[in-house]
């Protein structure tokens, strides 16, 4: 668009890093809180895919009628 190029302060490395560093502590908790009500279900992600398709239609099923 041959504009001005800028870095918004948001976006410096700094910034950057304490953002993910609280993100990965929140969802620490989440998922140990969903874990705690028996509402977290674990899949196999590093398995071939129509497998982990399977697996997660397979737990779905258990709460959500699939037809």
């Given at each position: 668009c041959?504009?001005?190029?800028?870095q918004?302060?948001?976006?410096?490395?700094d910034v950057v890093r304490h953002r993910l560093q609280m993100?990965?502590?929140e969802l620490t908790?989440?998922?140990g809180?969903?874990?705690?009500?028996?509402?977290l279900?674990?899949?196999n992600g590093e398995q071939?895919?129509?497998?982990v398709t399977g697996d997660t239609l397979?737990?779905?099923?258990e709460y959500v009628p699939i037809g």
């Open positions: 041959s504009g001005d190029l800028y918004r302060p948001d976006d410096k490395p993100q990965n502590t908790k989440l998922l809180y969903y874990f705690e009500q028996g509402k279900i674990d899949i071939d895919i129509d497998d397979a737990m779905m099923s």
